[in-house]
């Protein structure tokens, strides 16, 4: 399939209900509204194509945007094309979903992840943790340094209250994916999540939203689901 036949594919499928809940996430036009789970037979059809999936993702419409990160070649990108997808990605949707996943099933996810952490830009720093969360939920545990992995932690507890509020949220994945996933600092993330507390989190036009890890890794622990790790990342 070329560019001209997935977009078209993609208009087509788009639903207006599917739009509204986009839009009210942070999405804006253009996007068609295609949720997520009909676009699998059409990444059957396509498999890996990096050329494409720039293509599309250089659009601007979130729909092609996502989908572009389904088709990408985690291995065929650079940390220059993980961070001009970066520079497009203007809502966490696209930050935490598209381009963090594409990034954690590559070999430099944590090179890349690290400079994003400390970067001081909202959305980067959320992609950054966000990366470490689809890291450490799918790969080995001896794939990752322990120490560093508590030095994270450490790194959220003194600073997750005076991030920026996107930010904010994907520290708290990540202390809840290191008390879920990996069992090396599980004790440690339970004690850093009680220490840190409630985390509030504003958004524009809604509620607040309160995000409680502790709770969040007892639930996992009652569920016996300590050590989970996903089989694949992406769709």
Request: aromatic share 10%; net charge negative.
């Amino acid at each position: 399939m070329n560019f001209e036949e997935v977009m078209q594919e993609l208009e087509a499928l788009g639903k207006e209900r599917t739009k509204k809940i986009y839009i009210s996430n942070g999405a804006h036009e253009p996007l068609f509204g295609v949720a997520t789970g009909v676009m699998k037979p059409i990444s059957k059809k396509i498999k890996i194509n990096q050329q494409l999936a720039d293509e599309l993702y250089a659009t601007g419409n979130y729909d092609a945007m996502y989908f572009a990160g389904i088709i990408a070649d985690p291995n065929g990108m650079t940390e220059a094309d993980y961070n001009r997808w970066m520079d497009s990605a203007y809502f966490y949707m696209l930050s935490d979903f598209v381009v963090a996943v594409t990034l954690s099933e590559s070999d430099i996810a944590q090179e890349v992840a690290d400079k994003w952490i400390i970067s001081d830009e909202e959305l980067k720093m959320s992609a950054g943790w966000s990366c470490y969360c689809w890291l450490l939920g799918n790969r080995k545990d001896v794939e990752f340094s322990e120490s560093k992995m508590s030095n994270m932690l450490d790194m959220v507890k003194n600073k997750i209250h005076e991030s920026p509020e996107r930010t904010k949220s994907s520290m708290n994945n990540f202390i809840l994916t290191v008390g879920t996933s990996y069992v090396p600092l599980h004790e440690k993330a339970l004690e850093t999540a009680k220490e840190i507390g409630i985390v509030e989190v504003k958004r524009d036009n809604k509620k607040s939203s309160f995000l409680n890890a502790y709770d969040s890794i007892q639930t996992a622990v009652d569920k016996g689901r300590i050590g989970f790790k996903r089989k694949h990342v992406r769709c």
